[in-house]
C-alpha cells in the first residue's frame, strides 16, 4: 500500500511539473477558489472588528466610532486620508460629509462607482477638534492601513492631502509640490493630491479642482480608464 501511494505521489508531482512547464500553475478548484476568497474576507472582517474596539491610543477614549474604511477589498484602486471627521465619527463611515460627497463626485467622474474602490484614513480615530494627527497616533495605528493595503493590494494609492503624503513618501515638500506625480510604495503607485476638505474650504478656487481632476485622470489612464 505504502509503495503504491509513493508511486501515485511521484506521478502526480510528474504530473504538476509537466503543466508548470507549460505555464499552467493554476490547479485550484473552484471550490477551492471561493475558500480562498472566504479566507480574506474573513481575515479583513476581522481586522475591521479589531479597528473598532482599539484602545491603543488616547483616541479610542474621546472618539464615537472608530472608522476603518469601507468598499470593495479587491480594488485596483485605493484612496487614503487623514483621518475621520466629525461626520465620519458619528456614522462610522469615512467620507461622508461634504468632503465625502466631493469625493464621491470625484470617483464617478473617474468612471468608478464608490463601492469599486477602497476608501480608508490613516488613523481610524477622529482627534479632536479635527486636528491635525500626531506623530506618535499614526505610528499606533499604522499596522492597520499597513495590512489593510497587504490585503487589498491595490494598483494604484491615491493619497489625499499632506497627513497620507507624507506617510507614504516621507518626504518634507508639502502637497501642492508632490501632487500630480506619481511615487511607489511596495511597488505600488501613489498619486498625491489635495484633499476634498481643502477644495471645499476654497470652492471658488477653479484651478484647485483642475489639478485635482488632471491628477484623476493620470490615475485613470494607469487602470485603463478613458
Not at 1 to 12: A, D, F, G, P, T
Not at 68 to 84: S, Y
Not at 155 to 182: C, D, W
Request: glycine share 6%; proline share 5%.
Amino acid at each position: 500500500m505504502k509503495e503504491k501511494v509513493s508511486r501515485l505521489c511521484e506521478e502526480i508531482e510528474k504530473s504538476l511539473d509537466y503543466y508548470q512547464e507549460l505555464g499552467i500553475d493554476n490547479f485550484l478548484c473552484e471550490q477551492c477558489k471561493s475558500s480562498e476568497k472566504i479566507s480574506k474576507e474573513t481575515i479583513f472582517s476581522s481586522l475591521e472588528d479589531e479597528i473598532k474596539h482599539c484602545q491603543e491610543c488616547p483616541l479610542g477614549s474621546t472618539r464615537k466610532n472608530a472608522v476603518p474604511g469601507e468598499g470593495n477589498i479587491n480594488a485596483d484602486l485605493m484612496f487614503v486620508g487623514e483621518g475621520p471627521g466629525k461626520d465620519e465619527d458619528f456614522q462610522g463611515k469615512p467620507f461622508v460629509g461634504k468632503a465625502g460627497k466631493l469625493l464621491t463626485q470625484i470617483i464617478k467622474a473617474m468612471k468608478f462607482e464608490r463601492e469599486e474602490v477602497y476608501i480608508t484614513n490613516v488613523i481610524k480615530c477622529r482627534p479632536p477638534e479635527n486636528r491635525n494627527p500626531k506623530n506618535s497616533e499614526i505610528e499606533q495605528c499604522k499596522r492597520f492601513l499597513l495590512k489593510q493595503i497587504e490585503l487589498i493590494s491595490p494598483k494604484v494609492i491615491v493619497t489625499l492631502g499632506n497627513v497620507p503624503t507624507k506617510f507614504f513618501l516621507n518626504q518634507k515638500k508639502g502637497i501642492t509640490s508632490l501632487r500630480g506625480i506619481f511615487y511607489s510604495y511596495n511597488h505600488i503607485k501613489v498619486m498625491p493630491t489635495f484633499h476634498p476638505s481643502y477644495l471645499v474650504r476654497n470652492e471658488g478656487a477653479k484651478d484647485l479642482k483642475i489639478m485635482v481632476w488632471k491628477d484623476m485622470q493620470k490615475v485613470m489612464a494607469v487602470l485603463g480608464k478613458k
